[in-house]
């Protein structure tokens, strides 16, 4: 008797819940290339960036992925996609900027990584750009964020962007389409657990 | 002058983070498998579980995929790694479960999958497990969370496991190594922008 409750109050949730959701659906008409901002201090921006890789490879495809700033000690994604036939990848930091500690060098770097980035984003058969890492380059003045935007806003109609890295400013926020932020709730690196191959810690 | 007085800032602060990095990496010694949850809001949770299996396969490791209710809209990931020899994919829930809108069904095909998952949570050779939209099945009660609690628990010692869906509990963050909160900062549907395939909007 309350089991059937359960199920008969369940179903009209359901029912009600179906409706709103089509409806919003029906109402989501708009195509076109998206801008994708992932932010904040919790883990796995990088990771969900290389999920809508796959994703996308998936769909047939074409990927260009840039690395900024980052040696990253775990380049497990580098080593699976970069084989893929789909998927351009370039690293373009040099390692941890408090390993290098040299400003002007990174700054060189980041320019020259700019030039292949700018080539992306003017490449309508690439569907798919992840700017991994990109936030950094801004907050140590490697690049002006102002000419990141620009050739960003006049990409191919249809080319998605995904940028990661913690503090996105206000002006790529506001010139994303989507935000997802973050937050680093509980960790596992804090109750001293060393950093594993595969899992974004 | 200016750029020189900036260079030095910069260096001596960068010696201090690297100092800071360099302790924490020092004091996190301790290796096993990692329970992380991916929960929140926001967009691009599986996505971040599906990045984190594109680097386990990097490194050579195989990984065990269970999707939970979601009969996805986008299925380019499923595609993607289905493929893949080092993997093994489920998908467990026949569709929305406001599609559906039969609890005693949903139920019974949810206990039908965990005999699947819990399989996976015996077998040592898999080194990363990636239960997608899990929480929704305690939500609803399909699944008694105790009942997966106990099984994580009793794992093989090295498994990773990365749960992801909306409205974690507190006993799985407590259960957790990692817990990340997506936010939902800034949604392009509610531009009425229409789902695309690839990204994660």
């Keep these: 008797m309350e089991t059937n ?3 008969s109050r369940h179903k009209a949730r359901m029912v009600r819940k179906k409706a709103v959701i089509d409806e919003k659906i029906e109402q989501a008409n708009q195509e076109k290339g998206l801008l994708l901002i992932l ?14 890789v796959a994703r996308s490879l998936g769909h047939g495809m074409r990927v260009g992925v840039a690395q900024f700033i980052k040696g990253r000690s775990d380049t ?15 690293v373009l930091g040099e390692g941890f900027t408090w390993n290098t ?4 060098r990174d700054t060189e770097t980041a320019m020259r990584g700019w030039q292949i980035v700018a ?3 003017q490449d309508p058969a690439i569907q798919l750009v992840v700017l991994d890492e990109l936030t950094y380059t801004f907050k ?29 400013s206000e002006a790529l926020r506001n010139a994303a389409d989507t935000v ?6 509980k960790h596992a690196w804090r ?3 060393k950093a594993q191959a595969g899992i974004d810690l």
Tied chains: 1, 2.
């Design 5 to 7: 409750d359960r199920d």
């Design 76 to 90: 497990g994604e580098e080593a699976f996609f970069r084989q893929h036939p789909a998927v351009t990848w370039h």
């Design 180 to 185: 997802s932020e973050l937050m680093d709730v």
């Design 101 to 104: 500690q040299d400003r002007q």
């Design 191 to 193: 109750a001293g657990i």
């Design 119 to 121: 080539g992306m984003l």
């Design 140 to 168: 140590y003045g490697y690049l002006d964020e102002q000419m990141v935007l620009d050739a960003i806003a006049k990409r191919p109609p249809m080319q998605h962007v995904v940028i990661t890295g913690r503090g996105a």
């Design 39 to 52: 932010t904040g201090n919790g883990k796995g921006k990088s990771s969900s960036a290389f999920g809508m």
